[in-house]
């Protein structure tokens, strides 16, 4: 690639990564002999995405971003990380006890309780540290996402108690699948590939004397735990549901999961 000799000693790394984008794309070409159609259909591809709502940062977050993650926390200690994705929205309302995250009266989905612990990596407990939440419901919604959804529903930060537990309330979380009418579902499908994500919550969770973290909470047994779309879902990270009936069979369940932060 011709790039001026002062480009390159004023951005040696964007030089670098662009030159290695460069070389990796012509090898592809090359060893899987693509034809002018196919790189027609690509550019067209492209075109389109680009001029649908969030769709090239959604093909992003789907195809790169836990790779991402993976490598910048590869040395960390503590709870795993998991990506961010592209549905947080910062600012959800500060909480009061006892913690129920915001959800309309017949919030798709069962009940759910979630407990649990945030130490540090030498087990001292964590406390006062803030849980930022945000979840789909059991319909797979995401507030400010989809229309007729309350604003911050199922999103919202809490902090935990003198000895590092909280618990909130909240519904279970169904497995999401994501946006998939767009440019990205159309590459999933002619890849042959599901567009589902496992039953996930997500956390962002801070306190000062640690290093903050950003993660998601599975759980065990979800069809989708091995095959996530977005490639994110780790066996660390899964907890388990456990089951209640009540009276009126109506069922709930609870879970827990203690979170560990590196300082
Ligand atoms: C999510 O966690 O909601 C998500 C992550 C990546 C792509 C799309 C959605
Ligand atoms: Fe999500």
Redesign the pocket.
């Known amino acids: 690639m011709a790039v001026t000799e002062t480009t390159q000693t004023t951005k040696p790394r964007l030089n670098a990564i662009v030159d290695d984008i460069h070389e990796a794309l012509v090898e592809i070409i090359t060893k899987h002999k693509v034809t002018y159609d196919e790189y027609r259909a690509a550019v067209e591809w492209i075109m389109k995405a680009s001029q649908q709502h969030l769709e090239i940062p959604?093909a992003l977050?789907?195809f790169l971003?836990s790779t991402l993650d993976d490598l910048e926390h590869e040395a960390g200690e503590g709870t795993e990380s998991n990506?961010e994705?592209?549905?947080y929205i910062p600012g959800a309302p500060r909480l009061e006890k006892p913690y129920v995250l915001p959800m309309r009266e017949n919030e798709p989905g069962e009940k759910l309780v979630f407990s649990g612990t945030v130490r540090t990596t030498d087990g001292s407990p964590l406390a006062g540290a803030n849980l930022d939440i945000w979840q789909a419901n059991g319909a797979c919604e995401?507030s400010h996402f989809q229309p007729d959804v309350p604003e911050y529903n199922l999103r919202g930060q809490l902090t935990t108690d003198e000895d590092g537990s909280f618990e909130f309330e909240t519904v279970v979380p169904a497995p999401?699948e994501?946006p998939n009418q767009g440019a990205t579902g159309q590459l999933l499908k002619a890849l042959g590939r599901h567009s589902f994500?496992p039953g996930?919550i997500?956390f962002k969770l801070s306190h000062d004397q640690a290093a903050p973290l950003t993660t998601?909470i599975y759980f065990e047994g979800d069809p989708w735990l091995d095959s996530d779309v977005?490639g994110?879902a780790k066996e660390s990270l899964a907890t388990k549901l456990t089951w209640d009936e009540d009276a009126d069979g109506r069922r709930s369940a609870t879970c827990s999961y203690d979170f560990v932060l590196s300082k």
């Open positions: 959604l977050d789907v971003a990506v994705g592209p549905v995401y999401y994501v994500r996930h997500h998601q977005v994110a």
